[in-house]
């Protein structure tokens, strides 16, 4: 079992930034790939960025050169930096953790609001 519980969100005016965290516990050694997806109202949930094992990123092209994804192995925990923000940045934002072993599993936080005002 992994937990995660994200914080950060909120509301921010177009061109800002906001960083979020999500704080992971449990068995968080058998964590393959952590990252974020989010989900408009009306939308299908999205991936925004993730972090594998072994440190390679993958990141929306939406996002790309806006947000960054990182992590602080030794807190288990995962950062989203979210610069230049925009209106349609806007939604919930849930931090997954997939493990493989010993099967695939997708773990998730309650999510948390980000609201760009343009």
């Known amino acids: 079992q992994v937990q995660l519980v994200e914080s950060g969100g909120g509301l921010v005016q177009a061109g800002g930034s906001l960083r979020l965290s999500c704080a992971a516990s449990g068995s968080t050694f058998n964590i393959n790939a952590i990252g974020w997806y989010r989900q408009a109202p009306g939308n299908q949930r999205d991936l925004v960025a993730t972090i594998q094992i072994g440190g390679f990123t993958n990141y929306a092209d939406s996002v790309k050169g806006r947000f960054t994804i990182s992590r602080d192995n030794a807190n288990n925990t995962v950062y989203l930096q979210m610069n230049s923000l925009k209106s349609e940045d806007t939604a919930v934002y849930y931090c997954?953790?997939?493990?493989?072993?010993?099967?695939?599993?997708?773990?998730w936080g309650q999510g948390t609001q980000v609201t760009v005002s343009s």
């Open positions: 997954y953790a997939q493990i493989v072993q010993p099967r695939r599993i997708y773990y």
